[in-house]
C-alpha cells in the first residue's frame, strides 16, 4: 500500500510536470486535488478540470501516467472533478473575443506599487511588439489617468452603450477614472464595483488585442474574488514588497486566486533595494528575500525584483511611466524582461 511518504514522492514527482502552455506545474496550479493511496498499492488521483479543453486534461493525465508508471512503478488511478463546467455555470466568466490574453496584477495589499507594475507592464508588452490594452479595475484607486497623463479626456462613444478606450502611447486605456471627476469621492459598494467592472468588459471596443492586462483592486476581498470569476484571467502577477506583512498578504491573495483557478503566472517583489545614487550600494529598506522565500513557499515563480528608484515615480506622476519615457534605466530593464517571462508564461 502506497505510504505517506510515497504519496510525498507522487506529489514531488507531479510538481515537475508543467500545464500545457505555461512555465508553472499542476501541482501548484491546483489541478492536483488530492492524492490518495489506493488498495492496489498504487494511487488514485483527483485531477480538477479546469479548462474545457479535453485534449489539454489527456496531455496531463499522459505526462502523469509517464512520470508515475515509468520513472517510479507506481499504478495510478484518474479521477476527474470537472470544475471547469461548474465554474463556467455558476460564474458565466466573460471571455473576450478580441483579447487573445488576459493578464491580471494583484496584490494582497494596497501601496506596494501594483498599479505601478501594471502600467510598466502594459508599456513594456507594447515595447516587445504586442498591442496591448490597460484595463484599470483599480475601482478604490484609479492610477491610469495620472500614469498616462489624462486629464479631462472622455471615452468617445461606439454606439449604444459601448465606447471606444483611450489610446496613449500606443496603449488602449480603460479607467474608472475617465468617469469621475476628482471631486466625487468614489466609495463604490459591491454591487456597484461589478457592474461598473461588468460594463467595462462588456462595453469596450478594444479592438485586437495581444494582451489584457487588468490592473485589479488592492487586497482579497469580495470585489477581488468576484472580479477574478468574473473575466477569464489567463495568469496573475502578484506584486509585493519585500518585508513580512506584505508578503503574509500576497500570500493570502496567491491562495485566493488558487481557489479560483486562476493561473499564478508568478511574483514581482517591487521596491526591493533602494540603490544609493552617491555610492551605487544596495540598501535593503523594507528587508530583503521576502518576495523569493515567498515564491518558494507557494511554489511560484519570482518573476521579477524592481529596485525602488525615485525616477519610477517621477515617470509616473509626470504622466509617462518609467519604461518610455526612460527606456534605458535599470527598471525599465526589469520591467521588459517582467513582461518577456509574462508573454513566455502564457498558454499558446
Ligand atoms: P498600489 O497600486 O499598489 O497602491 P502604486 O503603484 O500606486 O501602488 O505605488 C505607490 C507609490 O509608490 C506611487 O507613488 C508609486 O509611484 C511609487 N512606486 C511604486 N513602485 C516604485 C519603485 N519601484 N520605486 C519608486 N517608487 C515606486
Redesign the pocket.
Known amino acids: 500500500m502506497a505510504t505517506e511518504a510515497s504519496t510525498d514522492r507522487v506529489i514531488a514527482a507531479l510538481s515537475r510536470i508543467n500545464y500545457p502552455g505555461y512555465q508553472t506545474d499542476i501541482v501548484s496550479l491546483g489541478i492536483v486535488e488530492q492524492v490518495a493511496a489506493a488498495d492496489n498499492g498504487g494511487v488514485v488521483l483527483t485531477l480538477r478540470q479546469a479548462t474545457a479543453h479535453e485534449e489539454v486534461m489527456r496531455q496531463i493525465a499522459g505526462e502523469i501516467h509517464r512520470v508515475l508508471t515509468h520513472d517510479l512503478g507506481i499504478k495510478a488511478e484518474f479521477r476527474v472533478h470537472q470544475i471547469a463546467a461548474e465554474l463556467g455555470a455558476a460564474t458565466g466568466r466573460v471571455r473576450m473575443a478580441d483579447a487573445a490574453h488576459i493578464v491580471a496584477v494583484a ?1 494582497g495589499k ?8 501594471a502600467a510598466n507592464l502594459a508599456v513594456a508588452l507594447n515595447r516587445l511588439g504586442y498591442k496591448v490594452g490597460l484595463l484599470d479595475a ?1 475601482i478604490y ?1 484609479p ?1 491610469v489617468p495620472m500614469m498616462f497623463g489624462i486629464d479631462n479626456e472622455r471615452p468617445q462613444g461606439a454606439g449604444g452603450q459601448s465606447f471606444y478606450p483611450i489610446e496613449k502611447y500606443g496603449i488602449k486605456l480603460i479607467s474608472i477614472g475617465f468617469f469621475v471627476t476628482d471631486k466625487t469621492p468614489i466609495i463604490w459598494r459591491g454591487p456597484m464595483v461589478m457592474g461598473a467592472v461588468r460594463q467595462f468588459i462588456n462595453d469596450t471596443v478594444w479592438g485586437v488585442l495581444d494582451f489584457l492586462v487588468v ?1 485589479l483592486p ?1 487586497g482579497t476581498g469580495d470585489a477581488q474574488l468576484t472580479l477574478a470569476q468574473l473575466v477569464s484571467i489567463d495568469g496573475v502577477v502578484i ?1 509585493t514588497t519585500p518585508q513580512e506583512v506584505a508578503t503574509a498578504d500576497a500570500q493570502r491573495a496567491v491562495r485566493m486566486f488558487r481557489q479560483v483557478h486562476c493561473p499564478i503566472l508568478g511574483i514581482v517583489e ?2 526591493s533595494v533602494f540603490i544609493c545614487p552617491d555610492c551605487g550600494e544596495p540598501d535593503e529598506i523594507f528587508g530583503s528575500g521576502g518576495g523569493l522565500r515567498m515564491a518558494k513557499a507557494e511554489r511560484v515563480p519570482l518573476l521579477a525584483e ?5 525616477e ?2 517621477e515617470a ?2 509626470a504622466g509617462k511611466p518609467l519604461t518610455l519615457a526612460h527606456p534605458e534605466h535599470p ?1 525599465s530593464a526589469a520591467f521588459v524582461e517582467l513582461a518577456r517571462r509574462v508573454a513566455a508564461g502564457m498558454p499558446n
Open positions: 496584490s494596497g501601496g506596494v506599487g501594483k498599479s505601478t507594475v483599480d484607486g492610477s490592473d488592492p506584486v517591487n521596491m524592481i529596485p525602488i528608484f525615485p519610477v515615480r509616473s506622476d527598471a
